[in-house]
């Protein structure tokens, strides 16, 4: 880690909330709305690219970098799994929600 730039959850709160949201909007925006609005044959094509933009969050979630280590919060170096909420940093431990300080919160 090189400096000490101030960093918020709130990156990783929004894309964590857009996420979830995504998810539950789905039945609702692809089954109802695309269905009423453009009709039956727009239902694959609507799925695909809003399952595209969802995947991408998730992609975007899993490089979100720890404020502390500077590695993916979510996901360890040693694992390729990535978990979509933590408490830790799967790298250094570092808490969720923490405010940045030298050398706490191990
Ligand atoms: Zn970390």
């Known amino acids: 880690m090189t400096h000490m730039k101030k960093r918020g959850w709130l990156g990783l709160y929004l894309l964590q909330g857009t996420v979830v949201l995504m998810f539950l909007a789905f039945p609702f925006v692809v089954g109802e709305a695309t269905t009423k609005l453009l009709g039956d044959r ?36 040693k694992s390729t799994v990535s978990m979509p909420f933590r408490l830790r940093c799967a790298n250094c431990g570092f808490r969720l929600g923490s405010v940045r300080t030298s050398a706490q919160g191990v």
């Open 42 to 77: 727009w239902f694959l094509p609507v799925t695909f690219v809003y399952g595209a933009l969802w995947l991408n969050q998730g992609r975007l979630l899993g490089k979100w970098t720890c404020p502390r280590c500077e590695r993916s919060f979510l996901r360890s170096d």
